[in-house]
C-alpha cells in the first residue's frame, strides 16, 4: 500500500512536470518540433490515464474498507489478513500431505492384508490336503487291518 501511494504521489509530480514540460513543448513544437511533440503528449496521455486508474483503485480500496481508514491500517489489515491466509494454507497443505501419507498407509495395510488372506486361504489348503492324504492312508490302513484280520481269523478257524 505503501508502495501504491509512492507512485501515486510520483505520478502526480510526473503529471504535474510533463503538463508544464508539454506547454513549454508546445511552444516549440510551433516551430518544427511536431513529431516528438505527439509522441511526448502521447506518453502524457498515457501517464495521466495510469495516475488516473491509480487513484480509481486506491479510491475503491477505501471504499471497500471505509473512508477513514488511514494508509497505515490498510496496509497492517491486508499484511495481518495475508499472513493469516499463509498460515492456512500451510496448515491446508501439511493436511493434504497427512492425508497422502494416510492413504498410502491404507493402501499398503489392504495389500498386506490381502496377502495374509492368500496365505492363509494357501494354507488351509495345504491342510486339507494333508486332511485327505491321512484319511486316505487311514483308510487304506483300516482296509489293509480288516483283510489282515480276515487272514488271521481264517488261518485261527483252520
Do not use: C, P
Not at 473512508?67 to 489478513?81: N, Q
Not at 495374509?116 to 491342510?127: D, V
Not at 490336503?129 to 484319511?135: A, G
Request: zero cysteines; proline letters at 0%; a negative charge.
Amino acid at each position: 500500500m505503501k508502495e501504491l501511494q509512492r507512485t501515486l504521489d510520483h505520478n502526480e509530480k510526473l503529471k504535474d512536470f510533463l503538463f508544464h514540460k508539454s506547454n513549454d513543448r508546445a511552444f516549440a513544437s510551433d516551430f518544427g518540433d511536431d513529431e516528438k511533440g505527439k509522441n511526448k503528449r502521447m506518453e502524457e496521455m498515457k501517464e495521466r490515464e495510469n495516475i488516473s486508474k491509480y487513484k480509481e483503485a486506491f479510491d475503491q480500496i477505501k471504499k471497500i474498507v471505509g473512508a477513514d481508514s488511514s494508509l497505515e491500517k490498510i496496509t497492517s489489515d491486508f499484511v495481518r489478513i495475508e499472513d493469516a491466509n499463509f498460515a492456512l494454507f500451510n496448515y491446508v497443505t501439511e493436511m493434504n500431505n497427512q492425508v497422502e501419507t494416510l492413504q498410502d498407509s491404507i493402501a499398503k495395510l489392504k495389500q498386506d492384508i490381502k496377502e495374509a488372506r492368500e496365505r492363509g486361504e494357501e494354507k488351509e489348503r495345504q491342510q486339507q490336503q494333508k486332511v485327505r492324504e491321512m484319511e486316505k492312508k487311514l483308510e487304506e490302513s483300516e482296509h489293509e487291518a480288516d483283510k489282515t484280520e480276515t487272514k488271521l481269523n481264517l488261518m485261527e478257524s483252520v
